[in-house]
């Protein structure tokens, strides 16, 4: 039998008894910072595969540091507590996980960060795929434009931050699309809502770089590792005008929760094909088995966990 546990004020409680005061700073004001991480199920070695485990908390903390939150647990302790949550919850499938750090004083009309106390939470939860569709995905520009460094910090996952990209998710599927592409204030593309952007143009890859407003992504540093080392192809980090997309061989987005995803328009006009490219349905195969160990050259990625249950 799997059990929905979560990693609650210091000890393993049901999700249903993980509950917040609703004076909790962290809901009024979006002071917290969270993590996407996926546990792959391998079935053939009946195994659970985390993902860049190590490096999804060492991003946490650097959210934490700019919220000025003190939580008192570090990589290892927050990577042992997860694996023992596995462990634990017992789940034999696909897995979202979810660690976030919030300000838990239960204190309203209090705008600050200092002084306040902080905690940290985990809940794991079975996920499927992110984006529910076969082949090449449909996005438009989002009006919503990416926050500005200038305005929030981008590059951490601060709950906050996630208004901006809900409101342009909700305008790209409520208008008949798949997923948002959201510009920078000077018009120049940064990154989906939830996803990384790369495009494939004459051969070689290319994305926004970190100056662009986009989040650190980590599927980002693992497909750049691929694509230089399986594919032979060149990266370059630059910033990217809206009409170079309509104009790409191939495009796709990457992130935790979509892996590598295809994308096929933007704003009604095909990218190369309309559909799935060549480099972006090797990369994809090959991603897929790289983050279910399959692959022996990226075993370091990944942590391996048996379910015993
Ligand atoms: N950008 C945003 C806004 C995201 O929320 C995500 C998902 N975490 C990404 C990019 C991709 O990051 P990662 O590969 O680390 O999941």
Not at 272 to 299: C, D, F, Q
Request: proline share 4%; with cysteine.
């Amino acid at each position: 039998m799997v059990k929905p546990l979560s990693f609650f004020k210091g000890e393993i409680v049901p999700i249903s008894e993980a509950n917040v005061n609703i004076m909790t700073h962290a809901l009024h004001y979006g002071t917290a910072v969270f993590e996407g991480v996926r546990g792959n199920w391998n079935e053939s070695q009946s195994k659970m595969f985390v993902f860049r485990l190590k490096e999804h908390y060492e991003r946490l903390l650097r959210g934490c540091s700019i919220l000025l939150m003190d939580i008192p647990y570090d990589v290892q302790a927050m990577c042992d507590i997860t694996i023992n949550l596995i462990k634990e919850c017992g789940y034999k499938e696909d897995l979202y996980i979810r660690p976030i750090a919030y300000k838990s004083t239960e204190k309203v009309a209090d705008l600050r960060l200092h002084k306040l106390d902080s905690d940290f939470a985990l809940i794991i939860v079975p996920f499927g795929s992110y984006i529910e569709k076969e082949g090449a995905i449909r996005c438009c520009t989002a009006s919503w434009r990416r926050m500005n460094d200038t305005n929030m910090p981008p590059r951490v996952k601060i709950s906050g931050n996630y208004v901006n990209s809900i409101l342009a998710k909700t305008e790209a599927v409520m208008a008949g699309f798949d997923e948002g592409i959201m510009l920078n204030q000077d018009g120049s593309v940064s990154e989906g809502t939830g996803e990384n952007l790369f495009l494939a143009i004459d051969g070689k890859i290319h994305t926004p770089s970190l100056e662009n407003n986009i989040l650190t992504g980590i599927t980002r540093d693992s497909v750049f590792n691929i694509i230089t080392n399986e594919l032979g192809l060149e990266v370059i980090e630059r910033p990217i005008d809206r009409s170079e997309i309509y104009l790409a061989d191939e495009m796709f987005l990457t992130g935790t929760a979509a892996h590598v995803t295809p994308v096929g328009e933007l704003d009604n006009r095909k990218i190369g094909s309309g559909g799935v490219g060549p480099i972006t349905e090797k990369l994809s195969n090959i991603y897929a088995k790289v983050i279910r160990g399959e692959e022996k050259e990226y075993l370091n990625w990944c942590t391996p966990i048996s379910v015993n249950r």
